[in-house]
């Protein structure tokens, strides 16, 4: 039981390095980032990180093996990680490819359709993730001699907190809402738009536009004859 239970464990972790190479191909096919929000660059920056890590996990599995009850928990950390993982790679995928919709608005549609702006943000996620693996990392011990060592060194972990402390500071890449009003025009044409109370007069033809609240034009043709 313990080895089906190590082996459930495995394709769990191949199945979350899977998204995570989703992440980063979605990244890669797109050359125009200009505008794209920087905490996805900061992101795609630390998916190496996690594959080296979540890759050694594995082969400290393989290796070690583990108890049915550890493994059970490693498991639920790792879905918890996949599904992470899968949701920035929907972001990606939605956020990063060209359009003629701005990024912005189509950041935020993904992440409220992932259930809500303020924990779909895609920094929000990936410290999520780095948390998930840090306590994955936690649970990787062999026991030898009556001691128990850790299968990763004092570097790996301080490299996954300092993943964290940085994504953690950067300001937020999505507002929690949009402004009260939101006016787009992704094709060409004359767009008039009025938000306020005021008056709003528009001439996008030919000819000139008197405004005025009071307006007398004088012209007599008669008297510009007897001239």
């Known amino acids: 039981m313990a080895d089906d239970a190590a082996n459930e464990v495995i394709d769990a972790l191949a199945d979350t390095v899977t ?4 992440i980063q191909k979605a990244y890669n096919k797109s050359k125009a980032t200009e505008d ?7 992101v795609v920056g630390r998916v190496e990180l996690v594959k080296a890590i979540l890759g050694r996990v594995e082969s400290h599995v393989s290796e070690h093996g583990h108890d049915e009850k550890s493994c059970v928990e490693m498991k639920a950390h790792l879905e918890c990680c996949e599904q992470k993982a899968k949701n920035v790679q929907v ?4 956020v990063v490819p060209p359009s003629t919709k701005p990024r912005l608005e189509r950041y935020r549609e993904a992440a409220r ?8 943000r895609v920094e929000a996620l990936m410290v999520g993730l780095l948390g998930d693996v840090q306590s994955l990392v936690a649970m990787c011990r062999v026991e030898r001699g ?3 060592t850790e299968a990763f060194g004092k570097d790996q972990a301080e490299e996954l907190t300092k993943a964290i402390e940085e994504l953690s500071a950067l300001p937020p890449s999505l507002s929690e809402d949009a402004s009260e009003n939101s006016i787009n025009n992704w094709s060409n044409g004359t767009q008039n738009i009025n938000t306020g109370k005021g008056t709003q007069n528009n001439n996008t033809g030919d000819g000139q536009q008197y405004i005025g609240q009071t307006q007398n034009f004088n012209h007599n043709p008669s008297k510009s004859a007897e001239k």
Not at 19 to 22: K, Q, R, T, Y
Not at 36 to 42: H, I, T, V
Not at 113 to 120: A, D, F, I, K, W
């Open 146 to 148: 009556g001691i128990m």
């Open 19 to 22: 998204a995570l190479e989703g």
């Open 91 to 94: 972001l990606f995928r939605k």
């Open 113 to 120: 359709g992932l259930g809500g702006v303020t924990e779909n």
């Open 36 to 42: 794209l929000p920087n905490a996805f660059n900061e």
